[in-house]
């Protein structure tokens, strides 16, 4: 799969701007400032293609990504402290409208800093998805931040916080050193094929 040729198709602010689903989509999940943004950078090896926000919580739209074979879904980061109780609603109905929108979702890669323990957003995404089956695994990013032992120590505490999600798959992620991109690649590519044995 050619995870290089992709371009920005639109931000969609409301669930009636939704584009049309013609191809699987590959959607990414995650507490504002996780280093989405740097995932999807990194994995189709452009700089800006999803831009890096240095202000958490200023992405309040859904932003898809258009390869030959499928569409990558930025969703907008959630979590963060200092957005008015309004914004957040209108960001949980657009999440929301997305994911029960009947969209051609082949895969959803909810996303963790490895560095703190999972927020209760964070576990109250991951019970969502967890309950209704949802195709999902974990990516856990920023790993080049941490020295051996205190990585070795905080994947033994992830794999403590996060035993109730029995048979997800982890992922650990680095967009600096690239631990990890050809998993997320594979599981990708897996998953699309996957998908489209299905439909």
């Not at 999940?29 to 700089?47: A, T």
């Not at 859904?62 to 030959?68: R, S």
């Not at 990558?72 to 980061?77: A, E, N, R, T, Y």
């Not at 800093?113 to 991951?126: G, S, V």
Request: with cysteine.
């Amino acid at each position: 799969m050619n995870f290089n040729k992709v371009e920005f198709e639109l931000a969609a602010g409301t669930v009636a701007q939704l584009p049309e689903k013609n191809k699987p989509e590959i959607v990414f999940s995650g507490h504002s400032n996780v280093g989405k943004s740097s995932l999807i950078n990194k994995l189709v090896q452009r700089k800006n293609l999803a831009r890096v926000s240095s202000q958490p919580g200023k992405t309040a739209t859904i932003n898809f990504y258009n390869a030959e074979e499928f569409k990558l879904v930025d969703l907008p980061g959630y979590g963060y402290a200092k957005v008015s109780k309004a914004e957040k609603a209108r960001w949980a109905d657009l999440v929301e409208g997305y994911l029960s929108a009947d969209r051609n979702i082949a895969l959803i890669i909810q996303i963790i800093d490895i560095r703190h323990k999972p927020t209760k957003d964070d576990y109250d995404m991951l019970d969502f998805l967890y309950n209704c089956n949802a195709p999902f695994v974990i990516v856990l990013t920023k790993t080049d931040k941490l020295k051996k032992t205190a990585y070795e120590k905080r994947m033994d505490e992830v794999m403590d916080e996060l035993q109730n999600y029995e048979d997800i798959e982890l992922i650990p992620f680095s967009a600096v050193n690239g631990q990890g991109l050809t998993d997320v690649k594979e599981v990708i590519e897996e998953y699309i094929e996957g998908f489209e044995e299905e439909i």
